[in-house]
């Protein structure tokens, strides 16, 4: 199990250098000059000297590559030009936000969509599994970000249960159900793509598995049938549903993006969307390493878990 | 369940149907937006701001800026189709082109193109596309690009994925060979073969990539003013949301309408392009077989049923057997016909696994049944007790008596008290029969605590004695074993202890040694046939092999397309076969005992379960075929003990 561990956090550094070398050489490609695009056409041809003097700029690629490794490996993504304040500094205020409601959506998703899958395979044929198709075709064809419009349109505006936007009342905020009434909305939007194609690929996974002898076996045991569908057959499911939801882990994190600017969620969605809109490289580059490590982290963690569910996997 | 398949099938072409009406509907209209006699969509009458829908000239009202929302609808329209589907159609080529000169080609191509879309992949699907924009600036075209770049993996795994198991095939060899060049096999033989994979990997993106540009648009980082697709209209109209909801809902809304479209039609496209699911493999096998209406409402009307023979459910150990007329015949089956009910298109067919089938197993024998893969020999075991998958399986007619009480059409409560407990089964492939994930031990214990309410310890107890009981050494550590931890020989010593388990009265052994090599097999049998005698147990043994049969049994049924066609005991059917069949089988059996026999060495084959002749289902591969054989069903002839299905044997015979 350690020796498990410690392999694939090994096969990590490998996948975290590809990472930073995407990141970096997309970002070099930038037409123009980073230094130029900051500040802007009126700059004086001397500060724009000046800044990409600082900014390394007038260095080979390769080398600059290097030299921005060895400072993201300490912490270091350099300044962010428009907050006027450290990269990592601004992405990790952001972090907390963002793994807050893209955790409650997940779990969301994951609760649901597991439990509308297995409803579905067990009763197949019958009214459920058509109405989970139904609902599965919403919930995959839905744009979040109008989604989000909507529950704010009609559980804020009309019928005032939910705060409109925000994570925190702007008065007497910050306690922990202020919050949890300002996560409902979103992180309930942001769910439901998510539980669409877990609930999509719990069913057709537990058809699949619901085949094999041993459920047959499960049952020539003459045990009740809840026993063979959860201890027998969802289990066996549940190993192959692990890692698709790491993945689906990612195409949270990214919808959260769109969930964070319709109910102005202080996260790094919204965070790299305002660096992009102002241009701000180092800012976007920051985020963007930084949520693709802890992608990385989350789909090991779920590689682990499966490792723990199955015993077959050797180490 | 005929009746449920096609309201399916039904219920799912409608639906394509439906989604292929919605897309053309969308397609036509935004094509024609030029000619449509629409204002210009970037007309802006201030005094039309925010005007609601339904006013006159504006149907659907006007945005904060006074444009006509129809128009500019249909044009927005316009433009997200076509950006989402310029960006399937880039994500498509270059991801297929990736993904089929991965393939071709191989070595270091393969692995740096792989690696590199690994890579792509591991991150979060957006935040790549929002990089690319960070990139290229915000913009429409940009927005484009974006997304087409974060699509392309998916193309470009599914696409290798699909080739690298053609460029195996022989065919592909052949073209090399025959001089084509490798464009040509490439383009000329490899795209054809793979294109399915592509319109279905199309068909699962497509949706996405509409909604994840008209996000980006959404979010300020597409469709730039004057330009607009259904994103951006979206994004502006969020401002008077209050005021005017309509200038956000109705983007939104076509968007949905257009997805849920695109997602309809491509689910009829996998449906009919994908072999996995056309196969029907994604189909769950129900706690029971199904009984027919019919033969159910026959024996609730009571003639059938023998009143007063019921056992007590909680009958301790229910070794006492039942008392009564079934004492000596715990296990009798009578005209059995368990169906596989199959689809071609929109009529049903009946595939006849059993057809007919009767046999008893008197208290304390072993009963073979013999037949060629396919005889029917399986589902007859597996119809005791509800084990034959529903769908297809369908218990048409029959009887199936234990210790007097019907079992066809029992509740499923019933059923579940005898399965483990009074009629257990070893099955045939103790590597897929024993759950993975389960130690060996819990999987024996849980049936003990089932049936017997025993505890947690004293279930794991039992579990361990019984691993002892059929000799696994070391019991005492083996109890903690996942399956795959033991040799296939353990394994199958496990699916015995469980079979064991609650001292049944009948085990129902379905092919158990046949997965096994042979000393193995001999271990196994030995086994077996101890712990029948040792517990007096009824043990029905199915086998293809004559020998194994002759090893364990007293009698022996002789099945063949889905027929008993012969039964005796095991020295008649050796000595003197009745059937044709069975002579010609026993003619395969050098010596009685010689156990590596299988089965085999008749020319032909059966005849096809859903299209049976009328007459004799042998007649075709009988080297003594008449006329008069093929005019007639052939019934069974002889008395209960000795019979044989041929119209040779004369009835004193037997
Ligand atoms: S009935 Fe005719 S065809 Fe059939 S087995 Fe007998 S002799 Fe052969």
Not at chain 1, 251 to 273: K, N
Not at chain 2, 462 to 475: G, S, T
Request: proline letters at 5%; glycine letters at 10%.
């Amino acid at each position: 199990m350690h020796r498990y561990i410690i392999k694939r956090l090994i096969l990590m550094i490998p996948v975290l250098l590809g990472i930073s070398i995407i990141v970096f050489f997309i970002m070099a490609l930038i037409p123009g000059d980073a230094a130029q695009a900051i500040l802007g056409s009126f700059a004086t041809p001397e500060n724009v000297a000046r800044l990409r003097a600082e900014l390394g700029l007038d260095k080979p690629l390769v080398q600059r590559y290097f030299i921005w490794l060895g400072n993201i490996v300490q912490g270091d993504f350099g300044r962010s030009y428009s907050l006027d304040r450290p990269v990592i500094d601004e992405v990790l205020d952001r972090l907390g936000p963002t793994m807050l409601l893209a955790g409650t959506s997940l779990i969301l998703a994951s609760i649901l969509g597991m439990f509308a899958g297995i409803v579905a395979a067990i009763k197949q044929f019958g009214w459920q599994d058509a109405a989970f198709t139904f609902v599965v075709l919403i919930g995959i064809s839905t744009p979040s970000f109008w989604l989000g419009l909507m529950f704010v349109l009609l559980f804020s505006l009309q019928l005032g249960w939910f705060p409109v936007s925000g994570m925190t009342a702007v008065v007497g905020g910050g306690g922990f159900l202020d919050v949890v009434r300002h996560l409902v909305l979103p992180s309930v939007t942001l769910a439901v793509v998510a539980t669409g194609v877990i609930a999509r690929l719990t069913r057709s996974t537990m058809l699949e598995v619901l085949r094999r002898d041993f459920v047959r076996s499960a049952r020539a045991k003459g045990l009740p049938e809840r026993t063979v569908i959860m201890k027998h057959a969802f289990r066996n499911a549940l190993v192959n549903i692990i890692p698709v939801l790491g993945i689906q882990a990612g195409f949270v994190i990214g919808g959260a993006v769109y969930i964070e600017t319709v109910f102005q969620w202080p996260g790094i969605g919204r965070m790299l969307v305002n660096a992009i809109l102002t241009r701000d490289v180092l800012l976007v580059q920051g985020g963007v390493v930084v949520v693709a490590a802890i992608y990385v982290v989350i789909n090991l963690m779920a590689d682990v878990l499966q490792h723990v569910l199955d015993p077959r996997i050797s180490v | 369940m005929a009746v449920h398949s096609k309201f399916r099938r039904f219920f799912y072409n409608r639906l394509a149907t439906v989604g292929l009406f919605i897309v053309l509907v969308v397609l036509v209209v935004s094509a024609a937006a030029p000619i449509l006699p629409l204002t210009d969509p970037n007309q802006t009458v201030l005094t039309n701001r925010l005007l609601p829908p339904g006013s006159e000239g504006h149907p659907l009202g006007a945005d904060e800026l006074g444009r006509d929302m129809l128009s500019r609808l249909i044009w927005g329209t316009r433009v997200s189709l076509a950006v989402g589907l310029s960006a399937t159609a880039i994500a498509a080529l270059v991801g297929s082109l990736i993904g089929i000169f991965a393939a071709f080609y191989g070595g270091w191509l393969d692995n740096t193109l792989m690696r590199g879309i690994d890579m792509l992949m591991a991150f979060p699907y957006m935040l790549l596309a929002l990089a690319i924009v960070a990139v290229l600036g915000a913009g429409l075209f940009n927005a484009l690009v974006a997304i087409s770049v974060v699509n392309i993996p998916f193309f470009a795994r599914n696409v290798r994925g699909a080739t690298v198991g053609l460029v195996r095939l022989e065919y592909v060899d052949a073209a090399r060979l025959s001089g084509k060049s490798d464009m040509e096999v490439l383009f000329g033989e490899l795209l054809p073969n793979v294109l399915p994979v592509i319109f279905i990997t199309i068909s699962t993106t497509v949706g996405w990539m509409i909604l994840e540009t008209a996000g980006l648009s959404f979010l300020g980082l597409g469709a730039q003013p004057p330009t607009a697709d259904l994103g951006s209209m979206l994004g502006e109209g969020r401002k008077s949301i209050l005021v005017a909801p309509h200038v956000a809902t109705l983007p939104g809304l076509v968007i949905l309408v257009l997805v849920i479209g695109i997602n309809l039609l491509g689910d009829g496209l996998r449906d009919v392009l994908d072999p996995y699911l056309r196969s029907g493999a994604l189909v769950s096998p129900r706690p029971a077989t199904e009984v027919d209406t019919d033969l159910r409402r026959r024996l609730r009307s009571g003639d059938a049923v023998e009143p007063g023979t019921e056992v007590s459910p909680d009958g301790p150990g229910g070794n006492d057997g039942g008392g009564n007329d079934g004492g000596t015949v715990p296990l009798s089956v009578r005209e059995l016909r368990t169906w596989f009910w199959q689809r071609s298109g929109r009529t049903s067919s009946a595939v006849r696994a059993t057809d007919g089938v009767s046999f008893q197993v008197p208290r304390g024998a072993a009963l073979g049944i013999m037949g060629e893969s396919g005889s029917g020999k399986s589902v007859t075991a597996l119809s005791v007790l509800g084990l034959v998958p529903t769908p297809p399986g369908r218990i048409m007619d029959g009887s199936i008596r234990f210790n007097g009480e019907e079992l066809i059409g029992a509740p499923i409560e019933r059923l579940r008290h005898y399965r483990g407990n009074r009629i257990a089964y070893i099955f045939q492939n103790p590597m897929t029969s024993l759950n993975p994930l389960i130690t060996v031990g819990e999987q024996i214990a849980e049936s003990v605590r089932h049936h017997q309410g025993v505890s947690r310890a004293a279930a794991r107890e039992r579990a361990q004695e019984l691993m002892d009981k059929v000799q696994i050494p070391n019991a005492a550590a083996r109890v903690d074993s996942y399956p795959h931890e033991l040799s296939g020989g353990m394994r199958q010593r496990v699916g015995i202890a469980v079979a064991l388990a609650n001292d049944p009265d009948v085990i129902i052994a379905d092919e158990p040694t046949t997965a096994l090599d042979v000393t193995i097999q001999a271990q196994i049998l030995k086994l077996l046939d101890d712990l029948r005698r040792s517990e007096g147990v009824s043990l029905v043994f199915i086998s293809h092999d004559f020998g194994v049969i002759s090893e364990l049994c007293d009698r022996v049924v002789v099945m063949y397309a889905g027929q008993v066609v012969e039964s005796g005991t095991v020295d008649e059917i050796y000595r003197h076969p009745l059937h044709p069949y069975t002579r010609r089988l026993m003619a395969c059996v050098p010596r009685l005992g010689d156990r590596a026999r299988a089965l085999t060495a008749i020319p032909g084959l059966p005849p096809a379960l859903d299209d049976l002749p009328t007459g004799c289902r042998f007649a075709d591969r009988c080297d003594v075929v008449t006329d008069a054989c093929r005019e007639a069903p052939v019934e069974l002839r002889g008395h209960g003990a000795r019979e044989a299905r041929c119209i040779l044997v004369e009835e004193t015979s037997a």
